[in-house]
């Protein structure tokens, strides 16, 4: 059975013309499927409906078998940081267990390890509103990680970090995903991130999934031709004609 | 600096209220001069005349706003969420409001007896809409992307209320408070003026029969103490209150 | 000893003028008939007599005014004491307005108390006298400062009471022009009123209730110097115990009338109410005939 | 279906409140019944009794509501963008709320004179308030990322004020502007008590002198519905005013 | 005369430790400058130094020979799309005319070529909630160049936008800034980006410049051997080990 299934979906916002259409998808547990297609084709609204926020108005979305939102612990990750202004790092970190329990000793452990792994032990205690714009994006990627759910969507996560942070932070997940069996769908516009994340990359155009790629092992090592050939057809498949070196 | 600027004002306003009851030769009738209002209200205290009625009105006021602010509160929270019943509700609470309380008082003394009860009534009554008012509007005011969250994380309602909505619209709920505090204090002092044998308001009444009118000024002076000292208070909580907003 | 409580409504605050329902903490009259004493406050005789309507009180402290109201409406009322037979309403004008007497304030602008005051029934008794109808002055709403605005001039007299000028005049109102509306019409100020089925119910009760009450009336216009001390302390605007001697001597001259000095305090003028009952139904301001004979119950006080 | 159970509800309550009156068998000049109440307003409409003091208080809502309105707005305007000048004026707005318009409207009367301006005074003092309160939160509520980009715009503080705070504090000032409306007729109507011979309020006493509580009550109902269509015409603004807010 | 000029420049939030320490940088007129970055190094607050939103606490900042702000016209983009929702995206584009004038239909042509140039010309009478999130940051874009202002100020203003988008923005950015002589101060974590983009690239750390790249217009050309050799030296200035294919 898939764990994440779109069974040819269609969206429109009321009032507007459908911005997701026929989408059929399904993601196999412990699936990493990277999404990538143009600004507006899709793709946010595509993670809102895997994840119930939005009501598909064709087809249906199951999760575990169910009509999303089922019970399945997801994270999320909000194209921009959806932070809450009045409770510090450590506060917006440990949110999705406080709403669930008086956050523990572990969570509080939980918290502590992700700050750190995301290079934000010494802004723990400052309000949003004090940090830069990448550190905004890595709390409410800890914030959607704290509770290990079975299931990520994550819309650009990593859009305004540095490489070098977007690179260990890749690594990262990549190894978290794999250890934990949970699922990623992963919304990006670095052709290279969807190939090094991906066990499959699909591409969005006009709310349509035009084609989906499988990564073979051997193209996630970054400087192998595999690397360079698998980008080259995501690349075309986004009709970009030009290649990089 | 700020704090002599404001004593100066102060100051300069109180001379020339009484050089202009000098100056007109106004009787103490039409605007008694603010030497005659201070020697009553230094009277008044000394005696220890004013007392009971001072804590007469601030248990009232304190009571009224207990109450009031309780159900404004809850009214505010409980329309906001159901939208319907503001619909069906709406209309009573603005009868309730621009019907004057002065004309319902009798009402009340027969409905709460006399003294305390009815005041508080009133008092509460009062203060009652403007919070609700405000918590309506602010608990409105979440941006639609946090709301999402919240629905992610699997928050409650009760959660969504009180850890995102609640906060949020904070700010928006402490001016409805700061409104409620003044208008209660007005309720208690009009409630007196009616149904009551102690409090600020009666003593202001009695000092119109009386023609007393420094005395009727010396108590106007405490209400105004009593009214800023409740708005003060209402300050220092909301600084409390809104620290981290202003990181 | 078990004492029979007694809720009286007045139609105002605990002031001094109402002294000798104040007093029993210090001197007793009501204690030693048996009756435990209580006063609620009101503003105006209206609401002393929706008080005892409600069941809020026993006996309303209230002007006939009111009392012809509540029974032009078909309330069961019955008056059981004349509290100031005397009237003690009035017109205050300044002295070079050149008002002298009722006939002048055609066309004047006159102050009241409120749309709802005796002050006002009053001075339409009073105009009725000389032939002339609210219409032919101005009604101003002053509140109770009313003399505020007949030393600024937006006045040209203004409606008052006996204390009301007493304590105007204290307050440096100057030389003024005073038409007493007891000089033309002298119908009681105040009355005891109670629900008839009161009456019938606690008969006794009031009885004793309205000998105490003329005990203590007496006392105090025989001790108006102690009286003045006492009210010092339990009425609410009584800090001034030389005003309170002053407003008590008042209250004492409008107790007595040649009924009372005949018949005792208290006594009711049958007769004066019933000429009032005809004069507020001729204005318009009661719908019914009122004979007062049915509504005066004399058997309470001693003596009948 | 709304309006059916808001209409179910009124009916509910009348029919209550009628067999209540009946059953206790209270006076009429207590509590009136719904049918005496509802007698008297039709023998006050019909015969056109109520005309002239409906529209004496309807003038005097609107002036003392304009007048209000833009003293509240204006001051919680410049409040906001003068902190220092808050901290100095704002015992004397405080004051000027808590002092009972009630005690010193025979003062009112001795500056302002009878009738009209007076009664304008007291309804703009009442509703100036809240309108202020709501303004100064409102115009403080803009993110600071928006300040910077009006600032990078070489915005004037004028620009930034019509074009930034307003839009962003116009949900807050708009229940600001809630409050003040229904204030505004307590107002109006309180302040026909003693400075007026013609408007409801006046009209009111009238009724509690000659002890007709129908009337008074009649009269009640007349403020209401005047309160409730003042309410109803500051949402229909809301509606519009706040269109582009939710898209 | 240096347009832009950085003297000695240091600052620190209120409260906080220096965020940006002796920064000494000067950009001639028409110089199109990249800074690149750890997340939290301080880009942003220089970029704010720069236009005058923040103070310096040490040193100064001196636009067109006088300290920022002066009356220099310039453009800023924020890292977050900074619109105002109660506009339709038309008019917060025209937000900058209509601030200085009544828009004339000079403006509103300036502001629909804008949008068409950036794709969003069906989206003009749309509010800012009804975009995608490429779509908000491309009218921020739009706004900042509407008045063509002498300094372009942006903050990683391509992050959420496709690679097709951003590589078309990118070249119009640059044909833009030449034809008009605007200088650009433009911060970004995409080290190919700022080595297309940039006449000289500076590398900031913990709030100090480490090291600045003058890029040869051979290195412009993304396939170009001299393309990736100007990135990987960028890279190893920024202590990324890893150099890619
Ligand atoms: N308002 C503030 N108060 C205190 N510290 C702040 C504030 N804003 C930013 N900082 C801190 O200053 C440092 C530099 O911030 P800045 O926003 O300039 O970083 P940046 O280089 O733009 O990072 P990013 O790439 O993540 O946007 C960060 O460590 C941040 O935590
Ligand atoms: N609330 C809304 N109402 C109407 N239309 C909307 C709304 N939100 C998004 N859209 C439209 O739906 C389309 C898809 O939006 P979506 O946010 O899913 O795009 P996206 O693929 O995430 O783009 P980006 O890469 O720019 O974030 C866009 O054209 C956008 O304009
Ligand atoms: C001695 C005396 N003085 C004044 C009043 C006051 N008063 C007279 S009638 C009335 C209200 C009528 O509804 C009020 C308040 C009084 N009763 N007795
Ligand atoms: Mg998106
Ligand atoms: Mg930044």
């Given amino acids: ?245 | 600096m700020k704090r002599a600027a404001g004593l100066l004002l102060l100051v300069v306003l109180l001379a020339l209220w009484e050089a202009g009851a000098r100056a007109f030769a106004l009787s103490a009738l039409v605007l008694p001069p603010p030497s005659a209002v201070v020697a009553s209200l230094w009277k008044g205290l000394a005696s220890g005349y004013f007392w009971p009625h001072l804590r007469a009105t601030g248990v009232e006021l304190l009571l009224g706003l207990a109450v009031g602010c309780g159900f404004g509160f809850g009214a505010g929270v409980l329309l906001a969420e159901l939208p319907a019943l503001r619909r069906i509700l709406m209309p009573y609470v603005v009868v309730s409001q621009v019907v004057p309380k002065l004309a319902l008082m009798p009402l009340f003394v027969v409905w709460f007896g006399f003294g305390l009860t009815s005041t508080v009534v009133i008092t509460a009554l009062i203060c009652f809409f403007p919070l609700m008012e405000n918590t309506l509007t602010g608990l409105a005011q979440v941006p639609p992307e946090r709301l999402e969250l919240f629905r992610l994380l699997g928050a409650s309602r009760r959660q969504t209320l009180l850890r995102l909505k609640l906060p949020t619209g904070l700010p928006s709920i402490l001016a409805g408070l700061r409104i409620a505090v003044v208008l209660a204090l007005v309720g208690a002092v009009v409630g007196e003026f009616i149904g009551a044998s102690q409090g600020l308001g009666a003593l202001i009444i009695a000092a119109q029969g009386s023609m007393d009118t420094p005395l009727m000024f010396a108590v106007l002076v405490l209400v105004s103490l009593l009214g800023l000292a409740a708005y003060q208070a209402t300050l220092l909580l909301e600084r409390r209150l809104l620290r981290p907003y202003q990181p | 000893q078990q004492r029979d409580r007694l809720v009286v409504a007045g139609w105002s605050k605990p002031i001094t003028e109402v002294t000798p329902l104040l007093v029993d903490e210090e001197k007793g009259f009501y204690r030693s008939q048996g009756v435990a004493l209580e006063y609620v406050p009101g503003a105006g005789g209206g609401d002393a007599i929706r008080n005892i309507l409600s069941g809020q009180a026993d006996v309303a402290f209230t002007d006939p005014g009111s009392l012809f109201a509540a029974l032009d409406k078909g309330e069961k009322l019955r008056a059981i004491y004349d509290i100031y037979p005397q009237n003690v309403f009035n017109v205050v004008s300044l002295k070079k307005s050149g008002i002298r007497g009722p006939a002048d304030l055609k066309g004047k602008r006159i102050g009241v108390y409120s749309l709802a005051s005796g002050t006002r029934q009053n001075l339409q008794l009073l105009l009725h006298q000389v032939g002339l109808t609210e219409s032919d002055v101005t009604i101003v709403v002053t509140g109770l400062l009313n003399f505020a605005p007949l030393l600024q001039g937006q006045v040209d007299a203004t409606a008052a009471t006996d204390t009301g000028l007493l304590v105007g005049r204290r307050r440096g109102l100057g030389e003024v022009e005073v038409i007493e509306v007891g000089q033309f019409l002298n119908v009681s100020s105040d009355l005891f009123v109670v629900r008839e089925e009161t009456l019938r119910a606690r008969k006794d009760v009031l009885r004793r209730f309205v000998r105490a009450y003329r005990d203590a009336a007496a006392w105090m216009l025989a001790q108006p110097q102690e009286a003045a001390t006492v009210a010092a302390r339990r009425a609410i605007d009584g800090s001034d115990p030389a005003l309170n001697l002053e407003v008590i001597r008042l209250r004492n001259a409008a107790s007595v009338s040649d009924l009372t000095k005949r018949q005792g305090l208290g006594a009711m003028d049958v007769a004066s109410l019933q000429r009032a009952a005809d004069v507020y139904r001729q204005l318009g301001l009661v719908k019914q005939r009122l004979d007062m004979a049915q509504v005066v119950a004399t058997d309470l006080l001693p003596g009948h």
Same sequence: chains 1, 5.
């Fill in chain 1, 1 to 245: 059975m898939s764990f994440l299934r779109f069974e040819s979906v269609g969206f429109a916002y009321p009032g507007h013309g459908p911005v997701v259409q026929g989408v059929d998808l399904s993601l196999a547990t412990g699936e990493v499927h990277c999404l990538v297609g143009r600004s507006g084709c899709g793709k946010t609204s595509l993670l809102k409906l895997a994840a119930g926020l939005l009501a598909p108005t064709q087809g249906r979305v199951l999760l575990e078998g169910v009509p999303s939102p089922g019970g399945t612990p997801l994270g999320f990750v909000f194209q921009a940081p959806t932070l809450l202004d009045w409770l510090s790092v450590n506060d917006n970190v440990l949110l999705p267990a406080s709403l669930q329990r008086r956050p523990g000793a572990q969570d509080r452990a939980a918290c502590a390890a992700l700050l750190s792994q995301l290079g934000l032990t010494a802004y723990a205690d400052r309000y949003p509103r004090q940090l830069s714009g990448g550190q905004q994006s890595r709390t409410a990627l800890a914030r959607a990680l704290l509770l290990q759910p079975h299931l990520l969507l994550l819309d650009e996560p990593f859009a305004s970090l540095d490489a070098i942070t977007r690179e260990e932070l890749q690594r990262d997940l990549l190894r978290l995903a794999r250890s934990r069996g949970t699922t990623v769908l992963f919304v990006t516009h670095d052709i290279g991130e969807a190939v090094f994340l991906g066990d499959r990359v699909s591409v969005l155009a006009g709310g349509c999934l035009v084609r989906t790629f499988a990564i073979e092992g051997d193209a996630r090592v970054r400087d192998s031709g595999a690397f360079g050939a698998a980008c080259a057809r995501v690349r075309e498949a986004l009709g970009m004609q030009e290649v990089p070196a």
